[in-house]
C-alpha cells in the first residue's frame, strides 16, 4: 500500500477530473436506485389502486423517464471524464517513470532483464494508470451508495435499517478485506508470471536464431510454453478468489433483501408502511448492491495494482550507476586525454587495460577491431556512462568525474548503431540535438548530411511525417537523418559507434567519406569494422587485447 500511496502526487494532479468522474458515477448508480425504486412504486400502486381514472400516471411515468436520461447521460459523462482523467494519469505516470530512469541508464542492476524492463514500462504501468477507474472510484461509489440506502431505510424503515447496514458493511469492508489479503499475494503472482511471460517471449524472439541454429526451439517452445502455463494459473486462482468473494456479497444481497422483507411486511401488517413503498425499497435495495459488485471486482485488480506500484517504484529508486559530484566545476574545451584506462563489467577479466589515448582539438580517430574487443565500452566510458575501474578521463586536463554528467554531454554527441529515428517529423528528429534550432540551422545539418534534397522532394519538408522507426526512410535515409540530428547539436566532440550498421558497401563509403566533411572543425571518434575511406580520419587505432595500436592509413 506504501508503494502505491507513493503515487498520490501524480493522482493529486488530476483530482478534479477524478473528483467529476467519481459524481457521475454516484449519479448514475443513485439514478438507477431511485429509478427502480420509483418503477416498483409506481407499478405496484397502479396494480393495487381501485380508482384507476384518479391515479397519475403522468408524473410517475416522468420521472422514471427523466431518471433513465439522468441515468444515460451520467453513465457517458463518468466514462468520458473518467477514460481523458485515466490517459492524462498514463501521460504523467510515463514521463515521472521515464526521468527518473534517464539519470540512472545504464540500469545498475544485473537482475532486470530486458523483458522484465518492458514488463514494468508497460503492463505494470497500466495498471497503475487505470487503479482509478477500476478501484478507488467504485470502493468510494459504493461507499457513498450504501449510506445513502442506510439512511433511507432508516427513515422509511427503521426495523430494516440494521440489518441491511450489517449486510453493506460487510460486503464493503468484509469481503474486500478478506479478499485483499488474498489478492494481494495473487496479484504479485500474476503481475510476476505475466512479467516472466514477456521475459520468455522476448527472449526466444531476440535470440531466434541462436536457437535454430543450435537446435534449441524445442527446448525454448516448453520453456515459453511452462511460462504460459503458470500465468493460466495464476489467472485462474484470481478468477476464482474473485468468483468466491462475489459469491459472498450475492449472498448478503440476499440476506439483506430478505431482512428488508421481513420487516416490510411486518410494518405493512401493521398499516406503518404502504405496499408500492415496500416493493420499491426492495428493489431500491437490489439495485444499491449493483456497486457492491463493481467494488469486488475492483479489489481483485486492486492486489495486481498493489504488486504492480512496487516493481514501478524499485525501478524508480535505484541508486543511479553513475552520480555527479557534489562540487562540480566547469568543463572546459580542448584535449581529450584517455589515461591507462582499465574496465570490465567483470573485473577479473577487463575488457580495457591499462588503455591509453589523445585525441587533439579537431582530430578524426578511428578505431577498429573485433567485436567484443571494446570499442563501444570505451566510447561509454567517454560518455561516462560507466567510470573506469583504474585511470582517468580528462578533457582540457579536468577528469569528466568532478563535472556534471549534462556539462560533460553537452560537448559529447553521440551516434550508435542503434540511434533510432522517432515517431513524428523530420523536424521533431532534428528539433532533439538541438531543440532551440532555426530553419536554417535544420537545412544547413540536412545539407552536411546531404540528405536535404531529398527532404525537399517531400509535399512537408520539414513536417514530413517519418513514421514509426522511420519506416518511411530508407536505411541509409534514416543514417543520414540521424547524422543531421547530431551535427546538429552544439558538441564539441562527435562520437560514432558503428555508425554504418546496415547500409551497404557503397552507401558506407560514401558515408564515411561525407562524414569528413560534415564534422569539419569538430574532433571525430568513429569506432568501425567498416573499411575507411582515404582522408576520412587522420589516424586509425586498433583496440586489440585490451590495448589500442596504431595502424597505418594505407591498410586502414
Same mark, same amino acid.
Given at each position: ?5 507513493s ?11 477524478m ?7 454516484v449519479?448514475t448508480?443513485?439514478a438507477?436506485v431511485?429509478?427502480?425504486w420509483?418503477s ?11 380508482a384507476a381514472a384518479s391515479f ?13 436520461l ?7 459523462g463518468?466514462?468520458?471524464v473518467?477514460?481523458?482523467a ?7 505516470? &510515463?514521463?515521472?517513470l521515464f526521468?527518473?530512469?534517464f539519470p ?15 514488463s514494468?514500462l508497460?503492463?505494470?504501468?497500466d495498471?497503475?494508470?487505470t ?8 470502493i ?8 445513502a ?15 441491511y ?10 469481503v474486500p478485506?478478506?479478499?485483499i ?26 535470440g531466434?536464431?541462436?536457437?535454430v541454429a ?23 486462482r ?8 462475489a ?26 408502511i ?5 416493493v ?25 495494482a498493489?504488486?504492480a506500484?512496487?516493481r514501478?517504484?524499485a525501478?524508480a529508486?535505484m541508486?543511479?550507476a ?11 574545451g580542448?584535449t ?8 570490465g ?8 587495460r ?17 567485436s ?13 556512462l ?12 579536468t ?7 549534462a ?5 559529447i ?5 542503434s ?21 536554417a ?9 546531404r ?13 514530413a511525417?517519418?513514421?514509426?522507426a ?9 543514417? &543520414?537523418?540521424?547524422l ?10 562527435l ?11 557503397t552507401?558506407?563509403?560514401?558515408f ?12 571525430v571518434?568513429?569506432?568501425?569494422h ?15 587485447d ?7 592509413l594505407?591498410?586502414?
Open positions: 500500500m506504501t508503494a502505491l500511496l503515487f498520490w502526487p501524480l493522482f493529486r494532479q488530476h483530482v478534479g477530473r473528483g467529476l468522474a467519481l459524481t457521475l458515477s449519479l448508480l443513485a438507477g431511485a429509478l427502480l420509483v416498483g412504486w409506481f407499478l405496484t400502486a397502479a396494480a393495487l389502486t381501485t397519475n400516471l403522468f408524473g410517475p411515468s416522468s420521472l422514471i423517464r427523466g431518471l433513465s439522468v441515468r444515460i447521460l451520467s453513465r457517458y463518468e466514462r468520458l473518467g477514460h481523458d485515466t490517459l492524462r494519469l498514463l501521460s504523467a505516470l &510515463r514521463g515521472w526521468a527518473r530512469l540512472r541508464i545504464p540500469l545498475p542492476s544485473r537482475d532486470l532483464r530486458h523483458g522484465d524492463l518492458v514494468r508497460t503492463a505494470d504501468v495498471t497503475l494508470d487503479v482509478f477507474l477500476t478501484a478507488f472510484g467504485p468510494l461509489t459504493a461507499l457513498l451508495i450504501g449510506t440506502m442506510t439512511a433511507g431505510l432508516f427513515v422509511l424503515l427503521p426495523a430494516a435499517a440494521p440489518i447496514a450489517t449486510a453493506i458493511i460487510l460486503a464493503l469492508a468484509g478485506a478478506v479478499l489479503l488474498f489478492s494481494h499475494r495473487l496479484g504479485a503472482d500474476l503481475v510476476e508470471a505475466s512479467a516472466a511471460l514477456r521475459i520468455a517471449m522476448l527472449d526466444r524472439i531476440d531466434h536464431a541462436d536457437l543450435f537446435g534449441a526451439v524445442a527446448a525454448a517452445r516448453q520453456e515459453f510454453e511452462a511460462a504460459a502455463r503458470r500465468l493460466a494459473r495464476a489467472r485462474r484470481s478468477a476464482r478468489a474473485g468468483l468466491a468473494a459469491a459472498a456479497v450475492q449472498l448478503l444481497a440476499g440476506l439483506a433483501l430478505v431482512g428488508v422483507l421481513w420487516c416490510g411486511i411486518d410494518a405493512l401488517g401493521r398499516a406503518e404502504g405496499g408500492p413503498l415496500l420499491g425499497l426492495l428493489l431500491a435495495v437490489l439495485a444499491s448492491f449493483e456497486a457492491t459488485a463493481m467494488l469486488v471486482r475492483s479489489v481483485a485488480k486492486f492486489g495486481a498493489l504488486a506500484a512496487e514501478v517504484r525501478i529508486q541508486a543511479p553513475i552520480n555527479d559530484p557534489q562540487r562540480p566545476v566547469t568543463l572546459p580542448g581529450l586525454a584517455v589515461n591507462r584506462v582499465t574496465f563489467f567483470d573485473p577479473a577479466r577487463p575488457v580495457l591499462d588503455l591509453s589515448l589523445t585525441i587533439a582539438a579537431g582530430e578524426r580517430v578511428a578505431i577498429v577491431g573485433e567484443g574487443s571494446g570499442k563501444s565500452t570505451l566510447l561509454a566510458l567517454l560518455l561516462r560507466h567510470d573506469p575501474q583504474a585511470g582517468s578521463i580528462a578533457m582540457g586536463g577528469d569528466i568525474r568532478t563535472v556534471r554528467q556539462d560533460l554531454h553537452a560537448r554527441a553521440l551516434l550508435s548503431q540511434s533510432p529515428v522517432f515517431l513524428g517529423s523530420v523536424r521533431d528528429n532534428l528539433l532533439i540535438g538541438r531543440p532551440e534550432a532555426s530553419d540551422e535544420l537545412w544547413s545539418a540536412l545539407e552536411a548530411a540528405i536535404a534534397d531529398f527532404i525537399r522532394s517531400l509535399p512537408e519538408g520539414l513536417d511525417f517519418v513514421g514509426e522511420g519506416r518511411t526512410l530508407s536505411v541509409g535515409q534514416a543514417r &543520414r537523418l540521424c543531421a540530428r547530431v551535427l546538429l547539436s552544439p558538441a564539441e566532440i562520437v560514432f559507434d558503428e555508425p554504418t550498421t546496415g547500409l551497404d558497401r552507401m558506407e563509403a560514401d564515411l567519406a561525407d562524414l569528413a566533411v560534415a564534422a569539419k572543425g569538430r574532433s571518434i568513429l569506432a568501425t567498416a573499411e575507411i575511406p582515404a582522408g576520412a580520419c587522420d589516424r586509425v587505432l586498433t583496440l586489440a585490451g590495448r589500442l595500436v596504431p595502424m597505418s594505407a591498410g586502414g
